[in-house]
């Protein structure tokens, strides 16, 4: 549905959905364009970048934040590696406000933030384990994401919440790689605060080719 | 109340209707995962989700309850928070001294905790910024999270009688007394990029290759170098987003105390932060003491500050645990 406003020209590489609570990975060639797409609205996208020819340099949010000075992604952010690198620069964003300081939901975590009967229950860190071992990465590699469509405000004292996601259906993020990056993501399962409105949907993901000049 | 322990499954998604399957009154609209469908070029009508009446009930309830974890982690547990410690407070009696360390301006340094340690980083000149990272001693595989810290106390800021959290739901640090209150858990470290960026052309030392360097010196490597905390780095976000640097937050002989609550393996890192807008490259050397704090008792601050805190110790104590002590 979203692939008629994919440029004109453009070779679709992929195109497919992630069901609600699941993981999901892909290679995004140097040049390609990644589109991540809220079918359904306020449904956080858990993300992570490794480069695809040596899986140590990977997505750091710190230095992503540092480079751009500001506490939010959006069009015009550089996603910057652990090696200070650029990966992927944002390109186009009908959301306008995504997360990267609060990382991924975890049974462990959730314990902490909403009681311990909430341990049992899926989480992204369960999703990004389980496809980060296909690549033969483990927990050590698994570090602070994204948060595609996650709304995070922090305030000037320092207040740090998940509020609602202001997402609608269709919204969507573009980023376009500068190098070779294995993308992972979660499509996230949390129904204990409102980053997915307590009610986890599909995801379309869209990796294309821009037309040559 | 907690909801049932009961694991998401592909399967509930058969419960999905399709917005044109609902007969829709105004009253029963979902209150917020409802939109108006139909951006053209981007969703067709007729395709979008819309929970059941059931679901709603349970997102209905769901959210009351992150409501009320809100207001308690956001309203009660900051009014819990002292004071930050005086500059001329908490002095640590000698026979309590295990052991000193002046890390020089642009070093790191590596050491390993005991549950019930702490380790006093003081910023000697005011000028300094301190750089943690920290793994488990018994499975360095649980790592500081910053994110996990941050999120779970519902504050960007640290200060005293808060705690640092690994990425399993444990308390790694317990921050026992803070003067200032101005620390970074947003933004990183430098790396030599931005050093050379900042300085130019001159010799600089940075926390990213201090960090492989700790790392590799504790038998870790560079997949097990994370993102960081910043001791002495006065960073803000402003309403519009941006990052401030408040330099009048932080003040000559500032010192934050670090009380480990599992065995940890330790890296500092003291290198410029950053941000910070000093446009010449002159670290100040920091003064670190590693101390036995005493037991924390009942009443300890750190221990009762928040039900996330409480929640976290209970985690630390759980017997599941005890091989990762």
Known sequence: ???????????????????????????????????????????????????????????????????????YISTGSDIVSNEGRVMLRVVADTCGLHDTSAGACSCESNTVRFGHATKYLHACR??????????????????????????????PVGNFTVVDGVSKPGDYVELTAEMDVLCLISNCPQINNPCNGFFPTPIQVVIYQAAEG | MARPSRAISKSSRVAFQRRDSIIRSGRDDPPNKEHAPGRPGNCLKGQVMVPTTEQRAEIEANRKRYEELKAAGQGQAPRALPEPTMRDGAPISESAVLARETIPGGWYWTTRLEQGEALRIVNRSGQSCVSLLAWSSVDPSERLNHADTIKVQWAASLRKGRVILSDMGRVLFSMIEDTSGAHDT????SNAATNKARFGNVATRNTRDNFILAAGKLGLDRRDVMPCISFFAPVSVDAEGRFAWDAGRGTAGDFVDLRAEIDVLVALSNCPHPLDPAAIYAPQPVDVVHYAPGPAGATDLCRNASAEAIRAFENNASLSNRAAR
Request: aromatic share 6%; charged share 20%; with cysteine.
């Open chain 1, 1 to 71: 549905m979203t692939t008629q406003s994919i440029p004109s020209g453009a070779r679709i590489v992929l195109d497919c959905e992630i069901a609600a609570n699941s993981p999901w990975s892909a290679i995004v060639r140097q040049g390609q364009t990644i589109r991540i797409v809220d079918s359904h609205g306020q449904q956080a996208v858990d993300t992570l970048f490794y480069r695809a020819d040596d899986l140590q340099e990977r997505y750091s949010g710190q230095d992503t934040l540092r480079a751009q000075g500001s506490a």
């Open chain 2, 186 to 189: 947003l933004a990183g470290g």
């Open chain 1, 126 to 155: 369960e999703n990004f384990l389980i496809e980060a071992a296909k690549h033969g990465l483990s927990k050590r590699d698994i570090v602070p994401n994204l948060n595609f469509f996650m709304n995070v405000p922090i305030d």
